[in-house]
């Protein structure tokens, strides 16, 4: 990760956690003015985001190593250089992937119980817990009526008072009582983000993650035993295993920005004002620019990776370096 992509990553996530949190400002004439930039950079949901961020990354990356070795030792076992080379490099993935996974699960926690106090509806429509609860339960599954209320669900008791704030009794806000408080700070309105994506992309954001962390930690386990690229079902589910970062990262990015809803800059300018005045033609033809734009880009990055990860390595052989070593010798 170069320096250039760390600092355009922190610049991002500057706006984006003072969306999420604005802090560091006044208004005047309708208008939010900064009036203190120390306080924009020591926001704290900038840097509970940009540690989580920069984590997440790292996991994609060594997910990435982790698969393409684990295939490559696996396919070109019959070439011992090779073999060599991939069995060493899948063996280092597999520490340093269950390392990273596991502390951006602690920076995701820290980041979640800093979101229940800063923006509580998002995070009670992301458990679809609609009454205030002390002892409040996980949502392992919720499913809704039309109207969006609960008719079937499987929780987990206390689970999520424990992630919330690490209290077996603790208070979690519910969503009617986050609408009422909202509608009393911000005026007549609703306040709740849409539920069922809200939802969905934080258990599959979460569940990305824990599938990442059973299988960095049967990596680790099979690389003390010297068995990494011997199980076969692990080569499977390695490669299988380089989508989990990119839909952990995908739902995550939707879920922080569909949850904040029906807030740009959360408290102060609610989207419906926001909204440019262009007809729906133009915002359709943008929207189906733009996917095809980063589709193409997409299937060219796949291409590549897959190119790269097939490629044979450049290993000079056994005679030619006899000869460069007798060269230099002479």
Known sequence: MSAGTLLSAFFILVANAWMQHPVGYKIVDGQAVLTNFWSVLG???????????????????AILVLGISVYRAHRDRMNEQAHAIFVRAARFAATFTLVAVLLTMVAGDLQTRLLDNQQPMKMAAAEALYQTQDGASFSLLTIGNMS???VFQIRVPHLLSLIADLSWNGQVEGIDQAQKAEAAKYGAGSYEPVLWLTYWTF???????????LLSAWAFVLARRKRLVVNRWFVRAAMIGMVLPFVANTTGWVFTEAGRQPWIVYGLMKTAIGVSRVS?????????????????????????????ARRPLDLPDEASSEDAVAGLVY
Do not use: E, Q
Not at 43 to 61: D, E, K, P, R
Not at 282 to 296: G, K, P, S, W
């Open 280 to 308: 729906g033609a133009d915002v359709a033809a943008t929207l189906i620019c733009f996917i095809l734009i980063y589709a193409v880009i997409g299937t060219i990055d796949a291409t590549l990776m897959v190119r790269a």
């Open 148 to 150: 969006g209320k609960p």
């Open 43 to 61: 926001n704290s949901t900038l840097w509970m985001a940009f540690i989580h961020t920069v984590l997440a990354a790292l996991v994609t990356g």
């Open 203 to 213: 258990r599959l954001m979460v569940g990305a993650g824990i599938l990442m962390l």
